[in-house]
């Protein structure tokens, strides 16, 4: 059993940057996938990034790349969003994951654990 638990959401306005932060409680093994997901007002749940823990290989939802970057910390057994350059359209609840496979999957259906979200909110 693994839990996740987010922290680094809150307010900012329009350009600005975010870093966000996932400690995992449990084992993470080497084929595992951490991942992003968020979730705006009124959308579905998207992804938005993702790494391989073992490999290090990174994945972008197209929407975010060039702005955001994913990192992990195998040592914390944490995983980070730094988000930088926010839009007004960043705005949601953000989402750690973890799947359990060795193939990259962006359904959120797919993920087999995850944290209880933390709101991130873009002002203008």
């Known amino acids: 059993q693994v839990q996740l638990a987010e922290s680094g959401g809150g307010l900012v306005q329009a350009g600005g940057s975010l870093r966000l932060s996932c400690v995992a409680s449990?084992?993470?093994?080497?084929?595992?996938?951490m991942g992003w997901f968020r979730q705006g007002p009124g959308k579905e749940r998207e992804f938005v990034a993702a790494?391989?823990?073992?490999?290090?290989?990174?994945y972008y939802a197209d929407s975010v790349k060039g702005r955001f970057t994913i990192s992990r910390d195998a040592a914390e057994n944490s995983v980070y969003l730094q988000m930088n350059n926010l839009k007004l359209e960043d705005t949601a609840v953000y989402y750690c994951?973890?799947?359990?496979?060795?193939?990259?999957?962006?359904?959120?259906?797919?993920?087999?654990?995850w944290g209880q979200g933390t709101q991130v909110t873009v002002s203008s």
């Open positions: 449990g084992t993470i093994y080497a084929n595992d996938f």
């Open positions: 994951a973890l799947l359990k496979s060795p193939y990259i999957d962006y359904n959120s259906g797919s993920y087999d654990y």
């Open positions: 790494i391989n823990w073992r490999l290090n290989k990174k």
